[in-house]
């Protein structure tokens, strides 16, 4: 298994959270490195099994040989379907929704600014053939600042979509080099890599669905949880964390509350950890990439019949 591929965030409050039963099933919906997946299978008995899922090819090089884990390479939107096909609920789920170390630090997959010659490609799934620089060449003014706008909170997005519908009518946009001088006088010389961090996530998640494939994750999970099963998520944005929280609270996206008669909020999971769990000041000192990282643990309510 590589070990470099990616360091897993709060990997001991993860484990932790998934109060793992050594005769269990879990899931991990973003294998990647496999290093959460390898702390699970050290809990899990020869009776336990772990089921994982990537859409990645990459990620399958770090497979360990255990015959306790199935591999699925696809993406977790899909999760619950293969699990409803083989028969079987999860006594454990996490999904650990942040973009892996491998992924930033391989120029070919386009994922970083920080090199200039890079493809501006962006996929995870890299059968797909929707690419970042695809969608700077294709989408109009208005999608490309409504992509900006929704997904990378961009104040100047309006003028940014301007400045490359502008560009491309003379230049091709394909590396971040492209990108940046098509972006020219937008970026802001005191926050410039603030700027294209924002522009960079908002390609991603445009390019990879990453908001649509979240909100179908999660209202697939009542289906295929045992009661008293456990949800452990991590989301390294407010546009990952806000869904997620609403989704524990209230069993929806909006966060829009039900309630019984007896003024009982009626959702499938219930908060484990009132307040959101973030990384020590430890392990922020040995992986800054960790700083963003929000934690959040559910557990699948007993359901109960009258």
């Not at 100047?156 to 972006?183: C, E, F, G, P």
């Not at 998520?233 to 309630?259: A, C, W």
């Amino acid at each position: 298994m590589t070990t470099n591929y990616h360091i897993p965030v709060m990997l001991q409050e993860c484990i932790e959270g998934l109060n793992i039963n050594p005769d269990g099933i879990y899931v991990d919906v973003t294998f990647g490195g496999g290093g959460h997946s390898k702390a699970i299978l050290q809990k899990l008995s020869n009776k336990g099994r772990l089921i994982a899922f990537d859409q990645d090819s990459d990620a399958a090089k770090n497979l360990p040989n255990d015959k306790r884990i199935t591999f699925y390479q696809t993406n977790f939107r899909y999760f619950a379907n293969f699990l409803l096909l083989e028969g079987v609920k999860a006594d454990g789920i996490i999904a650990d929704l942040g973009v892996s170390s491998h992924h930033f630090d391989d120029e070919q997959r386009g994922f970083s600014f920080r090199f200039e010659n890079a493809p501006l490609d962006m996929r995870m799934n890299r059968q797909s053939d929707f690419t970042a620089a695809t969608l700077l060449s294709s989408y109009s003014q208005e999608q490309l600042k409504n992509v900006f706008v929704e997904y990378g909170e961009i104040k100047n997005a309006w003028k940014l979509a301007q400045n490359i519908v502008a560009y491309r009518a003379q230049h091709s946009i394909s590396t971040t080099a492209d990108l940046i001088a098509a972006a020219g006088n937008c970026i802001p010389a005191h926050s410039e890599n603030k700027y294209l961090a924002t522009l960079f996530q908002a390609l991603r998640i445009e390019v990879n669905g990453e908001i649509d494939v979240l909100e179908e994750f999660l209202l697939s999970t009542p289906d295929v949880v045992n009661e008293g099963g456990r949800l452990v998520i991590m989301t390294y944005h407010s546009l990952e964390d806000r869904p997620v929280k609403n989704f524990i609270k209230s069993g929806n996206i909006q966060g829009i509350e039900q309630k019984d008669v007896y003024g009982n909020i009626i959702a499938p999971f219930s908060a484990v950890n009132r307040k959101v769990i973030t990384p020590s000041e430890q392990e922020l000192s040995l992986n800054p990439r960790s700083r963003s990282a929000k934690l959040r643990i559910a557990q699948r309510q007993v359901l109960t019949t009258h």
